[in-house]
């Protein structure tokens, strides 16, 4: 197949430090070149791929100091894409809803994977006038505030075997991999941390939006002397942060639409300790994978039984659900069921396509 994927320019493609979505768009990317088919990716131009890139943007629009206006460079890549269109059977954009209307009067086979949150009202509207556009839900519980929309599937996210070696969480903290942003919960992992009086290592990006809150609300907390800021790191530090961790602490406080840093401790043996918001408890299996908890007290519990857990067990789950490969043959399955024209919409059950 002739495929396109259209990834955000706001990180390259893989990114350079964090970026869950531009992540996955490479990993999905390099597996569907692996598998034979002829893939071109629209992203910046400092992205690396063994695709066809076709560059949208000099940088990541992130890290250009001199980008002020980050919509315009999305809106000449989109002219580009269907531009291009007769020469793709099918396109896969990863930019939210930004393309519908010129997919609409273009008429071009596409799939939209949604990677963010959609509880926000403004959406409902938006997405009932676009039913005809087909999207892919990144786990089941992402589709609830859109029942009507029309959705073709739930494809977990995956992660190349290679990428992260089994960790035996030597070191013995527990570690805190994200952003920080009011919905990630640092300053509950912080408190669970205090808790238990297990040190805590926080490797965090802080964007421009969540700066005030940092400033307020979680830098006071840093100066506890079981904390560690680290700052933000890239995929190049992730797997020993992870895999020398005793456990991964994930105490979100929304509808998380998956959570990549989840099946990237799992990779690396590292169970999980986690609010069961949204995806998680999807993804974490109480007891196997890590604990699912109600609030800090029982975090803090948790964490004291975590070498209940197997980290052999956590490994083997993300072979057997998370990887890369399955991810692009979920998807690869989709593409040729849109392009038969058939109906289908696929769910996930114990980690398996259904439906």
């Avoid at 020469?87 to 209307?101: A, Q, T, W």
């Avoid at 990630?184 to 408190?191: N, T, Y």
């Amino acid at each position: 197949m002739r495929v396109a994927q259209v990834a955000p320019l706001y990180e390259s493609v893989p990114p350079k430090l964090y970026g869950g979505t531009e992540l996955v768009v490479s990993y999905l990317t390099e597996e569907l070149v692996r598998m034979g088919h002829d893939v071109t990716l629209f992203a910046s131009g400092d992205s690396l791929t063994s695709a066809k890139l076709v560059p949208c943007c000099k940088e990541s629009l992130r890290l250009d100091t001199k980008c002020v206006d980050r919509l315009s460079h999305h809106i000449l890549m989109l002219q580009r894409v269907f531009a291009a269109k007769e020469e793709f059977d099918i396109i896969h954009f990863h930019v939210d809803y930004l393309h519908f209307p010129l997919t609409r009067r273009e008429r071009a086979v596409s799939l939209t994977t949604l990677h963010g949150r959609l509880d926000l009202p403004d959406l409902q509207p938006l997405y009932r006038e676009f039913t005809d556009m087909p999207v892919i839900s990144i786990s089941n519980s992402q589709r609830a505030p859109l029942p009507f929309a029309n959705w073709k599937g739930t494809v977990y996210h995956g992660i190349p075997l290679g990428n992260y070696e089994f960790g035996n969480g030597k070191q013995g903290y527990l570690a805190f991999l994200g952003r920080i942003a009011p919905e990630k919960g640092l300053d509950e992992a912080i408190r669970i941390s205090q808790l238990t009086g297990i040190p805590l290592k926080v490797a965090a990006k802080i964007d421009q939006a969540d700066e005030q809150y940092y400033q307020d609300t979680i830098r006071p907390l840093l100066d506890n002397p079981l904390v560690e800021f680290i700052g933000e790191i890239g995929y190049a530090e992730k797997g020993e942060f992870l895999g020398n961790a005793l456990a991964l602490l994930f105490p979100v406080d929304w509808p998380e639409p998956f959570g990549l840093v989840m099946i990237e401790a799992m990779a690396c043996g590292t169970p999980v300790v986690a609010y069961p918001r949204g995806s998680v408890p999807e993804i974490i299996e109480n007891g196997v994978t890590g604990f699912l908890v109600a609030n800090a007290a029982e975090a803090a519990q948790a964490v004291g039984m975590i070498n209940q857990i197997d980290r052999r067990k956590c490994r083997s789950q993300y072979e057997r659900r998370f990887t890369a490969s399955r991810m692009a043959e979920d998807y690869e399955a989709l593409y040729r069921q849109l392009l038969r024209g058939e109906s289908t919409n696929v769910t996930i059950e114990d980690g398996v396509p259904v439906g």
